[in-house]
Nanobody
Framework: QVRLVESGGGSVQAGGSLRLSCSASGVAATQKWSAWFRQVPGKEREGVIATSPGGGVTYSADSVKGRFAVSLDSGLNAVYLEMNNLKPEDSATYYC?????????????????WGQGTQVSVSS
């Protein structure tokens, strides 16, 4: 059974940083495409960043380019999201996703497995 567990969310002031973690079991997450999405109430889940197996290729949303980065730890079977220079509009529930099976990385339905989410709140 595949399980993804996010952690590291919290409250931070604008300009601050957070590092989210996604611990995987039941799937070799770092050998699959991995992604981070975010969602606010009333809106669709938005693709933030995705990376290829091993991390050689990365795609990110324009809104986070230069501020967010994704990394992998194969030994811990974990995926991380480093978020810097956070803005109030980054506030959302952040989800880890694994195993890309679709056509567009930024579409939620293209991913097989999901975590339960972790909340990020950025105050101005």
């Amino acid at each position: 059974q595949v399980r993804l567990v996010e952690s590291g969310g919290g409250s931070v002031q604008a300009g601050g940083s957070l590092r989210l973690s996604c611990s995987a079991s039941g799937v070799a997450a770092t050998q699959k495409w991995s992604a981070w999405f975010r969602q606010v109430p009333g809106k669709e889940r938005e693709g933030v960043i995705a990376t290829s197996p091993g991390g050689g290729v990365t795609y990110s949303a324009d809104s986070v380019k230069g501020r967010f980065a994704v990394s992998l730890d194969s030994g811990l079977n974990a995926v991380y999201l480093e978020m810097n220079n956070l803005k109030p509009e980054d506030s959302a529930t952040y989800y880890c996703a694994s195993t890309f099976v679709g056509a567009r990385w930024s579409v939620a339905s293209a991913w097989s497995y999901w975590g339960q989410g972790t909340q990020v709140s950025v105050s101005s």
